[in-house]
């Protein structure tokens, strides 16, 4: 049998099991209680019908309780003015009041106590020659009165232990809802690390091939060395996207990757939200360049030289030079720092290929400037890449994901500026690597 069939079967089984019992009360102990009353109707067919009646009527108290409430009360009235005595025929008219108040509105509910005093024990019984006694007629109206607060009561516990249930099941979704965004996230920041991955190493490794196909037959022993500059990119690309496909087998970030979702920042809600749509054309969005750290796909300034590696190793000479003095940065901001210092590079080996760079980092107390600068190309040379690509605008998403901005444009004295100013704090207090 299914679940819904059990849960359904239940309440029809305590109904009725509630009937049974509720008819052998009023049976046999109003048979009890009228023969030891002088002065009414003996019991007959239709007087135990009538205490049947009750019982029977309460079998609808969940599905129709109102009709239920008021079947009692008819069965109750029509007991009493044939003269039969009073007994427990009130102990259906008791349940099905309560399972009306609780089930139904209390509006149609309640203005039936009073309307049932008044048909039941006072003034239309003494009306039809059936007079109440008196303490009895004012011990019914304390006992109505318990009766509407014992159903209040139970109505309003009723609702505490709903709104009780709503609240822990919406706590519930929400928390649901919590992890898979995170997992999201975390899926996300993976998918991310592997397009940068692959769009940085690929980009270079275009570069380095164009210049093998070049130098081949004037120049065979410079075309060997981008070759082996091709297989050490292509090596270090098939390590770290390595890395990262353990790291989506196991459900979790890389071991050490610090650009993920696990990380709090802004950046996990806009930036990386809409990595995979904006840079669809991008080159770089940055990854580890340095070959000993396998197990670290995410980049760092804090190391410029393995940063550049690869880089300078596509032939694109790169001055670099530190202002202040360095300090530690939030995880999420060094690795911003770095992919925009490698996607402006890249770009250069791409766009102007030839042009010396120089690298700029400021550290100041509350933030960090990098300053990419590429001078004019000198003679004709032919771009090493398709153009139209979005890294400027993902460079910028990242600056201003972390609260910090980007400017890119020409230079003056000729060539090209990337210019990224980053808060060295971030929302949320992150780990030290």
Known sequence: MTAPAESKRGPVV???????????????????????????????????????IGPVALLLRRSRPLPALLVTIASCAVYLLCGYGYGPIFVALVIAFISAAIVGSRWWTYPLAPIGYLALVWPLPAMVGHPADPWLAFGMIAWLGVLVAIAEGIRQRKAVLVARRQRAEAARRDEEAQRERRASEQRLAIARELHDVLAHSLSLINVQSSVALELFQKKPEQAESALAAIKTASKDALVEVHTLLHAIRS????????????????????????????????????????????????????????????????????????????????????????????????????????????????????????????????????????????????????????????????RPSGGYRVVARLPSEVGAPEEAR
């Not at 009228?34 to 019908?49: C, E, I, K």
């Not at 197990?295 to 790169?318: C, F, K, M, Y």
């Not at 980092?361 to 590429?374: G, L, Q, W």
Request: include cysteine; charge should be neutral; glycine fraction near 12%.
């Open 14 to 52: 305590q109904d009725w099991a509630l009937a049974f019992v509720v008819a052998v009360i009023q049976v046999g102990a109003g048979r009890n209680a009228n023969l030891r009353q002088t002065g009414v109707h003996s019991l007959d067919a239709f007087g135990y019908v009538l205490l049947l």
């Open 251 to 410: 459900g979790s970030p890389t071991a050490e990757g610090r650009d993920s979702a696990a990380e709090p920042g802004p950046e996990s809600v806009s930036a990386r939200g809409e990595s995979e749509g904006v840079q669809g054309n991008s080159v770089v969005r940055g990854v580890e360049a340095c070959p000993p750290a396998p197990r670290s796909p995410a980049p760092s300034i804090e190391d410029l030289d393995a940063l550049l590696q690869r880089t300078r190793a596509a032939g694109l000479p790169v001055d670099t030079r530190i202002i202040g003095t360095a300090h530690k940065l939030p995880s999420v901001v060094d690795v911003a720092a770095a992919r925009i210092i490698q996607e402006s590079l890249t770009n250069v080996v791409r766009h102007a290929p030839g042009a010396p760079a120089a690298v700029t980092i400021r550290y100041a107390a509350n933030s960090v400037e990098i300053t990419i600068d590429n001078a004019r190309v000198t003679g004709a040379q032919s771009k090493s890449g398709p153009s139209g690509g979005n890294g400027i605008l993902g460079m910028r998403e990242r600056a201003h994901a972390l609260g910090g901005q980007l400017i890119a444009g020409p």
